[in-house]
């Protein structure tokens, strides 16, 4: 029997066959293209050296608009400022130890004449191979620091990121290096804390403002830092 008119054979377009690994191949060439180019243009930052080396060149002007070179006289030898004196104070101790700085702690974050109790600086990581934020802070308590909140705002390229707070006492009780030990009896304290840069931060520039409020709700000091990656 004669089955041509009942099954007609098909006819396999062998160039089409050819095409679709090549199609697939493409597509999947493209996309790892693709992922390479977000990843080198948003999360590739460079080796430590050089985000540090681009941040100390960034000019930040001088928080409390003050000529911030030490040793120079003043016109008419009028008596300088507290606010004065200490970025003087700081400026020197970020100088002479050739930090790079991205930031300062105020005991304000708005008051003009507000003084100066720190520096933040980047500093490589070694555990991570990436960045850490150390900021050194000396302060005078007046109350006592049972409880506290720590407040932080950040900005990325000018838009708002992230926000929190939580209750500075307890802040980092769950973790395995803590920092904050209290209560804080009223007298004069030397902090010094670091912040680890999650390596899989975006590239681009931050800013941050992060705050400490007393158990009474008062400001005891304020953190503005610049940076970027």
């Known amino acids: 029997m004669n089955l041509r008119g009942i099954c007609p054979?098909?006819?396999v377009n062998m160039m089409n066959v050819r095409?679709?690994?090549?199609i697939i191949g493409l597509t999947i060439l493209t996309l790892s293209f693709s992922m390479f180019t977000l990843y080198m243009t948003m999360f590739n930052h460079g080796p430590p050296s050089e985000i540090m080396e681009a941040n100390r060149h960034i000019l930040l002007k001088p928080q409390n608009e003050v000529q911030l070179a030490v040793g120079e006289e003043d016109e008419?030898?009028?008596?300088?400022?507290e606010s004065v004196q200490s970025a003087k104070r700081w400026q020197k101790f970020v100088d002479d130890n050739?930090?790079?700085a991205i930031g300062d702690v105020f005991d304000s974050c708005d008051n003009k004449d507000r003084i100066t109790l720190g520096k933040a600086i980047l500093l490589p990581d070694k555990e991570t191979g990436g960045l850490k934020v150390r900021t050194f802070i000396n302060i005078t308590l007046e109350q006592p620091l049972t409880e506290g909140e720590f407040l932080i705002d950040v900005k990325y390229n000018g838009k708002d990121l992230y926000d929190n707070h939580w209750e500075f006492?307890?802040?980092?009780?769950n973790k395995e290096v803590?920092?904050?030990?209290?209560?804080?009896?009223?007298g004069f304290y030397?902090?010094?804390?670091?912040?680890?840069?999650p390596n899989t931060s975006v590239s681009g520039k931050y800013y941050t403002r992060a705050?400490?409020?007393?158990?009474?709700?008062?400001?005891?000091?304020c953190g503005l830092t610049t940076f970027v990656l």
């Not at 030397?190 to 840069?197: G, P």
């Not at 705050?211 to 000091?221: H, K």
């Open 9 to 11: 054979r098909k006819t």
């Open 19 to 22: 095409k679709v690994p090549l």
């Open 76 to 81: 008419e030898d009028e008596e300088v400022s």
């Open 98 to 100: 050739k930090y790079v």
């Open 169 to 173: 006492c307890t802040i980092d009780e």
């Open 178 to 186: 803590r920092q904050v030990f209290c209560p804080y009896k009223p």
């Open 190 to 197: 030397a902090w010094a804390t670091d912040k680890k840069i």
């Open 211 to 221: 705050w400490l409020n007393g158990d009474d709700g008062r400001m005891l000091t």
